[in-house]
């Protein structure tokens, strides 16, 4: 017999059984979403890191000089993987990942600046020549510079320079900023030099003039005068790069190399005697100059004596075969330089040029070619439209003058002046005798006037 009990138990059971499906289907459903979540943040990381590691530079090797470009590249890669590693490393925050790509991009900024300062270093080089280099400059600084002039050395993968001579055996390393860093003292011995030139001419001069010893020693002072305006580094230049090589002031150069290290000359003794020197090479320049001079005058004015006729000077010849052409036919003279428009008064010696000012207006311009001044003026600017230099003008000039002070011209102009004189008073006869024929009336049109007396 069945339990009673049992069945009814079972009975109430089943009417509170709770379907367990719908449970189920919502912890799948949120487990779905947290997966959802989890891919969706992950990509969201992944992108943000694409556009973090989008941000990090890119080395342009092409323009690297071929002896940097590996040292470059590398050091350029190695700053991207540091920084690509801070950039994937999930403990740290977006903050810290910015400031490793700002570190990355200030690095490979200095890795280009390099480039760039390596690029100048050997455009500076590339017209170096040693006797642009003072001696100054230290044995030590020297021997790179020269290393480097020569192509002996290599740049290593952490960018130094390693310097080798196999004729020394003798190798070295210096790092990339001390080589790229490396001031040298230039020569500064080139105003000394031309001065010391320049010389020769000015006593040259006072000797040919004849000029007296004072004039000579006031003029050798006011030459040393110049002396003042070199600096300390230039006295020290001209005493080792100069003076030194000329076998002076051997006993001191050491000392002079040591004292200016600092760029100050500051040994009173050493700076005295560089003066003194120098001094005494003007003295020397000059007074060779001036005494070559005198002995030149002398040998002249014995020559002079024995009146040895000096050969005329072709400029200057030339200059009066040129003048005769243009007195003769000064506009077909004219007309050999220019095309401007030009008219010229055969009876009164007129020469008119026309010339235009800023508006376009004619503005004329004449020459009196019977006076002096004027036919000067005209024939100078006349030669400064040809090929002669300043020097061959005054000369041509000089052939000018040599023609209008000659006898000859002179007599040209006197009977110039005797046309001009006759034609004067024949126009003022004929002027006077149509006055007089004018007594009575005057037609002036249909007007008749009387005329008074």
Known sequence: MANISLIKGAGLAANKFTDVTKGVRQAVLRGEQALLRVNAERKRLEENNARAIAQL?????????????????????NVRQEAISAINNPDLG?????????????????????GNEFKQFKLDFADYEKDDVSELNSENRMRAVNDIHEGRYQINAEGNFDFFDENRNLSYTKTFDEVINTKLIDRRDDAYKKQLEAL?????????????????NSRVQAELAKIEEYSDVDLASIAVDNLGRKDLL??????????????????????????????????????TAYDAAVKDRRALLEVKNKEKVTPPDELV????????????????????????????????????????????????????????????????????????SPAQRVKIEQGLRALLESPEFKQYMGSIQTQLSQREQQAQEETQGMLSRLQGKVNTGNLPIETQE
């Open 250 to 287: 051997q006993d001191i150069l050491p000392a002079i190399k040591e004292d200016i290290n600092d760029g100050k000359f500051d040994d009173p003794e050493l700076k005295e005697k560089v003066l003194n020197t120098i001094a005494i090479e003007y003295e020397t320049a000059a007074k």
């Open 200 to 216: 020769a001419p000015i006593f040259d001069e006072l000797g040919v003039k004849g000029r007296g010893i004072e004039t000579f």
């Open 94 to 114: 977006p903050v810290e990942k910015q400031m490793a790509i700002s570190k990355a991009i200030e690095k490979v900024n200095a890795v280009a600046a390099k």
């Open 317 to 388: 010849a030339l200059g009066g075969q040129e003048a005769i052409k243009f007195i003769n036919d000064p506009v077909s003279y004219f007309r050999s330089v220019s095309t401007d428009k030009v008219a010229y008064d055969e009876n009164d010696k007129i020469f008119q040029l026309t010339t235009y000012d800023a508006e376009g207006k004619e503005i004329p311009i004449s020459y009196d070619l019977t006076n002096v001044s004027d036919i000067t003026r005209l024939f100078n600017e006349i030669q400064a439209n040809k090929a002669y």
């Open 57 to 77: 530079p890119m080395l342009d090797q092409s323009k690297f000089p071929s002896e940097i470009r590996d040292w470059a590249a590398a050091n350029a890669m």
